[in-house]
Structure formats: structure tokens, C-alpha cells
């Protein structure tokens, strides 16, 4: 059977991966909880991770993934039964303006040509707020690169075409007229709570 690197990533038996990624979820359910969403929409929810997590949490009334992969969707289907993971294309969502609480777009924004149009409709779709994710460069590539993963690409992962320090995602979010509420890191990711205006 066919895996994503996403799938791969959380089922890791690696100790420091799983360490790594459960930091990430603190944090980002931490985040979540400061927003008292009932609706959440994870657009590029890949298997559901995150949804499940929060779910789990009881974070969140109503929650739905949207993703394009197929094989993701399929692989989520069968792990977190409980969730409803649809597909859909991030840059034309199939929601009205302001329909959820909470919208996160985790771990997306890097594999993405257009950035910026992703982002435009995950804040379309949102009532408010997002948690907007993103490996933190160059660290990211670097964990990679020491543990001897993607060693020939200098530890950047093959999917991924954009590359943001933790201050350069900063800027990033501002120029998309976004007021940023929280920013922090979880190693090696940043990780941010912004507001529309």
C-alpha cells in the first residue's frame, strides 16, 4: 500500500520525531483553545492528524478536512473514521464567506506555488481567526540534514517549494493584511494565531 510523507512523518516510531510532533500539537491546540472555535475547517488536512487531535481535545464542535490528495483522504478515511475529510482545491473552496470559527492551514503553505492565493481563501472562508503553520527556516532543513534525511537536496524536503525564516513568514502574513495575535515556534516549525481585519 502507497503512503504520504505526511503519514509517514506521524506514524514514525522515531522517539525525537514523535517528541517533535507532540510538541507541535501543544502548541497548536493551545493556540486553538484561545479562539473558543465551534466550527473548524483544516484546509490540507492530509489523513486528519490534526483534526483528530483536536477532536480527542474536545476542541471544536464541528470539524472538517479538506484536502486534494486522494490517497490522503483515503488513508484518513480509514484511521480517524470519526472525521469528515472531504476533497477540495485550496485555491476555490467550496464555502461560503465566513462560515467557520477556526480555519488552519498547517503545513501547507510550503508545498504550494501560489501561497498567498491558498491563504486568501482560507481567510475568506473564516469567520476570524487562523493558525497558519510552517516549517522555520533554515532549521528545518537542518534537523533534516543532520539526521541524514533528503541529504542530496541539503535536508529540504522534495515537496517543498517555499522556504520562510520565522521572521520572513512574519511579514509574509502582514502583507495578506492579517493582524498577528500570536506567533511562537515548536521546534522546527512556526507556528501563528492570526485575526482577519
Not at 512523518?9 to 500539537?25: E, G, M
Not at 490522503?72 to 476533497?87: C, F, N, V
Not at 506555488?113 to 481567526?129: F, I, M, N, Y
Request: with cysteine.
Amino acid at each position: 500500500m502507497k503512503f504520504t510523507s505526511n503519514y509517514l512523518k506521524h506514524t514514525s516510531k522515531n522517539p525525537l520525531q514523535r517528541y517533535l510532533i507532540d510538541c507541535f500539537y501543544d502548541v497548536l491546540i493551545e493556540l486553538a483553545l484561545k479562539t473558543s472555535p465551534l466550527s473548524i475547517l483544516d484546509t490540507g488536512c492530509g489523513e486528519g492528524f490534526t483534526l483528530e487531535r483536536l477532536r480527542k481535545e474536545c476542541v471544536g464542535r464541528r470539524l472538517i478536512g479538506i484536502d486534494n490528495s486522494k490517497l490522503a483522504l483515503k488513508l484518513g478515511r480509514k484511521l480517524h473514521p470519526k472525521l469528515d475529510l472531504i476533497q477540495g482545491d485550496l485555491y476555490k473552496l467550496p464555502y461560503k464567506r465566513n462560515t467557520y470559527n477556526l480555519v488552519i492551514c498547517s503545513q501547507v503553505l510550503e508545498h504550494l506555488t501560489k501561497p498567498q492565493d491558498a491563504l486568501a481563501e482560507a481567510v475568506r472562508v473564516s469567520k476570524g481567526h487562523l493558525i497558519i503553520t510552517v516549517p522555520n527556516e533554515p532549521f528545518f532543513m537542518l534537523a533534516n540534514f543532520l539526521r541524514g534525511k533528503n541529504i542530496s537536496r541539503f535536508g529540504n524536503h522534495i515537496e517543498h517549494v517555499q522556504h520562510w525564516t520565522y521572521t520572513g513568514f512574519k511579514k509574509f502574513l502582514e502583507k495578506q493584511n492579517l493582524k498577528i495575535l500570536f506567533i511562537t515556534s515548536s521546534f522546527p516549525w512556526t507556528l501563528v494565531l492570526v485575526e482577519k481585519r
